[in-house]
């Protein structure tokens, strides 16, 4: 990863500033292990990945570029025991208040032991949460160094060019070819050979600029409740988000829009140019199809439709035009931004992410991996999102809220640990 940093990770980095937008990769093992027991083993692992040696050096003019910088001790956070789980949880959501200067270092590692009740566990827990600056790579490339970090022999890195200048022949080139695909894009969606841009939705309680205390929560599951047949994790998922996100704006009094959706995290095909190699799409989540089952079929339908216009190479055409923005002009956009602005209509009404992260052979201190989850960042409308993981046959929701838009929390997660249950009993 030395060296320049691709257009995309650049605005990932820079928009940190006016968006906090860190990782939190949270791995629990059944293990009575103290901290400091693992605390070498961690650190030795960190200096044998490159790209946790490095941080970020601004350019005045180009774009930013990573130098070597030793992994230390003074990446690792030993919390203690926080207690139990809910207090765990409430230590975890305070680590999103600061957030790493990559410029330093763009990764943190935090650990609790002793945690009591932890989810899967019949003994004391060992929590390990991997704090990484976005702009080391995506969920994908998050998941792969966690599993390097904690151990995996056998997890390869990912492999992304290293990005170069292109030449006036190339970007003229470029160009025309977005041109070209931008206009083959307008006919295909004209002659319906692909789905139209999705619709915005209205705004909800939950897409309200995120203030008071931040939340996290957890629901953590088997796989098979989500996964039944032609349903996957991700469609079995939003299902359960629907049901959800619907029954808890009911319960506050308000009217579910017939066009709730969520904005959807979906890797991207192709060459991976980038660390991080996703788009967000608008899903339909279809709060007015009573039948679960029949909801899940057209949630998947309308995931695939998003994944079709996606694919489309105008698409990919307009990502590699993209590349072609100087730095001075890419950076003054992103100073331009307002976060206090509130839109008409948003993407989704909330998020969801969701990212496989391989089998459950991962150990620490002796003790198994029991499960992982995530929790995706707030924004400026969007105060409720989910992070939908999974390791081994365990699928975890990581819920982040807001108390603008989430007061009851714990409401919220019971909302959805029952819509899960709904889930099991429809598939």
């Not at 976005?134 to 990912?158: C, T, Y």
Request: proline fraction near 7%; include cysteine; aromatic fraction near 4%.
């Amino acid at each position: 990863m030395l060296g320049r940093l691709h257009p995309t990770d650049a605005q990932t980095y820079w928009m940190s500033s006016v968006i906090p937008n860190d990782q939190f990769l949270l791995f629990c093992f059944e293990s009575s292990a103290a901290a400091d027991g693992v605390l070498g083993q961690l650190v030795d692992a960190a200096r044998g990945i490159d790209e946790l040696n490095l941080r970020i050096e601004e350019s005045r003019l180009g774009y930013p570029r990573t130098v070597r910088t030793p992994a230390g001790v003074e990446g690792v956070v030993h919390h203690g025991c926080p207690g139990g789980w809910d207090a765990c949880l409430s230590a975890v959501a305070a680590l999103f208040a600061d957030q790493v200067d990559a410029s330093r270092k763009p990764w943190r590692i935090h650990l609790f032991e002793s945690v009591s009740d932890a989810p899967r566990c019949a003994g004391p827990a060992l929590v390990v949460v991997l704090q990484f600056s976005h702009a080391l790579g995506d969920g994908r490339v998050a998941s792969a160094l966690a599993r390097r970090l904690l151990g995996d022999r056998e997890q390869r890195p990912i492999s992304i060019p290293p990005h170069r200048r292109l030449g006036p022949v190339e970007i003229l080139t470029r160009a025309r070819r977005a041109r070209e695909f931008e206009q083959l894009l307008r006919d295909d969606t004209a002659a319906g050979r692909v789905p139209p841009q999705a619709p915005g939705r209205p705004r909800t309680r939950v897409n309200t600029a995120p203030r008071g205390t931040t939340s996290v929560r957890t629901v953590v599951r088997n796989r098979t409740d989500l996964a039944r047949g032609p349903i996957t994790v991700t469609v079995g998922a939003l299902t359960a988000v629907s049901l959800a996100l619907s029954r808890y704006l009911a319960l506050h009094g308000d009217a579910v829009p017939a066009e709730l959706g969520a904005e959807v995290t979906l890797a991207k095909s192709g060459d991976r140019h980038a660390h991080n190699h996703f788009r967000n799409s608008g899903v339909d989540l279809f709060p007015d199809v009573d039948d679960i089952r029949v909801r899940a079929r057209r949630i998947a339908e309308s995931l695939d439709a998003r994944r079709v216009r996606a694919e489309h190479p105008a698409m990919e055409a307009q990502a590699r035009a993209t590349e072609m923005v100087p730095a001075v002009l890419l950076r003054w956009g992103i100073r331009q931004f307002d976060a206090t602005a509130v839109p008409e209509s948003v993407t989704g009404n909330t998020v969801v992410s969701s990212v496989a992260r391989g089998p459950a052979d991962l150990t620490l201190g002796g003790g198994p991996v029991r499960f992982t989850a995530g929790f995706p960042a707030l924004s400026p409308v969007m105060s409720l999102t989910h992070g939908v993981h999974g390791i081994g046959d365990v699928v975890t929701f990581g819920v982040t809220s807001s108390e603008s838009a989430v007061p009851d929390p714990d409401a919220y997660a019971s909302l959805l640990d029952e819509a899960v249950d709904d889930v099991a009993r429809a598939l």
